[in-house]
């Protein structure tokens, strides 16, 4: 089991309830991660329509997560 911090922004924000939360996974991926999240909290929303990064840098959802990163799930952004 790896310890992630995990940052929710926009519309996930709203769909989680919270805008941070520490968690244990055993996901190795942004992508398995955000899977298990969403099966757990009813997200909604495929990783193709929003991006991803670690440790504050853009990366692919296939990215190698160690323990302690930090992990941002940043949906589309709308406004003016």
Do not use: C, K
């Not at 190795?28 to 990064?53: K, M, W």
């Amino acid at each position: 089991m790896n310890s992630y911090t995990v940052s929710y922004f926009g519309l996930l924000a709203e769909r989680r309830g919270v805008s941070e939360e520490q968690l244990t996974s055993h996901a190795g991926t942004p992508s398995e991660l955000y899977r298990d999240l969403d099966a757990t909290h009813q997200l909604g929303l495929t990783i193709e329509n929003f991006r991803v990064a670690v440790n504050d840098e853009f990366t692919e959802w296939s990215h190698l997560l160690e323990t302690g990163d930090r992990i941002a799930l940043l949906p589309p952004m709308s406004g003016g």
